[in-house]
Nanobody, 123 residues
Framework: QLVESGGGSVQAGGSLRLSCAASGYSYGAYHMAWFRQAPGKEREGVATISATSGNTYYADSVKGRFTISRDNGKNTLYLQMNTLRPEDTAMYYC???????????????????WGQGTQVTVS
């Protein structure tokens, strides 16, 4: 089970930190990612992190502003979002995968489990 939290409303230029708490499986063995979906748009990959935090990849739209991290001891995934823009407004989801790929991480079909999402609104 994956449960996101930390969403909310913030002004442009502000920051938020999202969390994703995992339970019911060997969290440390899975690669994780954040996705987002804005109204009327397809879900898109935001960032991914390997099981041991050795590798991270980001969508071009968030590079330099967002940082993905994880604490395997706490079974928790994070997304630090800085310099937020109105176009970052979306429902944010965390996802888990047994596979890791630089070229495929942004594909929804790559993931085995999803959270319910947390809303981020930037005005």
């Amino acid at each position: 089970q994956l449960v996101e939290s930390g969403g909310g409303s913030v002004q442009a230029g502000g920051s938020l930190r999202l969390s994703c708490a995992a339970s019911g499986y060997s969290y440390g063995a899975y690669h994780m990612a954040w996705f987002r979906q804005a109204p009327g748009k397809e879900r898109e990959g935001v960032a991914t992190i390997s099981a041991t935090s050795g590798n991270t990849y980001y969508a071009d739209s968030v590079k330099g502003r967002f940082t993905i991290s994880r604490d395997n001891g706490k079974n928790t995934l994070y997304l630090q979002m800085n310099t937020l823009r109105p176009e970052d407004t979306a429902m944010y989801y965390c996802a888990a995968s047994s596979r890791f790929s630089q070229s495929r991480w942004h594909r929804e079909s790559w993931y085995n489990a999803w959270g319910q999402g947390t809303q981020v609104t930037v005005s």
